[in-house]
Each structure stands twice: as structure tokens, then as C-alpha cells.
């Protein structure tokens, strides 16, 4: 998967996030569940983009680092939101199971970007 393909998958992660939370009822636990969901949900897309942007390899690192716990921090509180009992949708697996991988990915992407640049330095 290249850069823009990963783009286009972690904006899509934001826009079905913001969908399934607009379909849901509101109640005061809900609305504050789905704020930090929205929160770190979007910031997933908007953090890579900042990487890609990066100005160095360290700057690369730290921005990857920030997206892969924005991303597991959306597994969380998916997590909360379905075992709460609050909400039942069929929607909610296929959430998990994206922010599980891009929390993977991002894993994956940060820690070949470590090995790169400790090889690197090793020169």
C-alpha cells in the first residue's frame, strides 16, 4: 500500500466514523464517547498527512508514533462504546477490525522507519 492509497484509507476511516456516529441516539455518555472517537479517528488521517510531510526522518517517526496511538486510541473507544451495551450496530465490527489494522500498520510503518534510521546512523 503506498502513501496515497493509505491517504485515502485512513480519510475513509474518518468519514465512516462520522457517519456511524451520526446514526446513533444521543444521551450524555454517547455524546461524550463519540466526541473522543471523532477526535482520534480524524486525527489518524490528518497526523499521516503531517508525516508524509515530514522534515526528517526523526520528524517522520515522532508524527507515525502519534498515528498509531491515535488509531489504537479509536480502537478504545470503540471498545467502550460497544461493550457499554449503549449502542448495537452492525456497523461497529467493521469499525474495530479497520482501526485494528491501521493501528497495525502504523506499527509496522514506525518501526521500519526505526530500524531504517538506526542503520542509517550506524554509517
Not at 461524550?32 to 497526523?47: D, E, M
Request: charged residues 30%; hydrophobic residues 35%.
Amino acid at each position: 500500500m503506498d502513501k496515497v492509497e493509505l491517504k485515502k484509507r485512513t480519510k475513509k476511516f474518518a468519514t465512516d466514523i462520522i457517519r456511524f456516529v451520526e446514526e446513533l441516539p444521543r444521551s450524555r455518555s454517547i455524546d461524550i464517547l463519540t466526541h473522543q472517537l471523532l477526535r482520534s479517528s480524524t486525527s489518524v488521517g490528518a497526523n499521516y498527512r503531517s508525516a508524509c510531510r515530514g522534515k526528517s526522518t526523526a520528524d517522520f517517526i515522532n508524527k507515525i508514533v502519534i498515528v498509531e496511538e491515535e488509531a489504537d486510541e479509536s480502537i478504545y473507544w470503540l471498545e467502550l462504546i460497544e461493550e457499554s451495551g449503549l449502542v448495537n450496530s452492525p456497523t461497529l465490527p467493521g469499525l474495530k477490525k479497520e482501526a485494528n489494522e491501521l493501528t497495525a500498520i502504523f506499527t509496522a510503518i514506525g518501526k521500519t522507519a526505526k530500524e531504517n534510521q538506526k542503520l542509517n546512523n550506524k554509517k
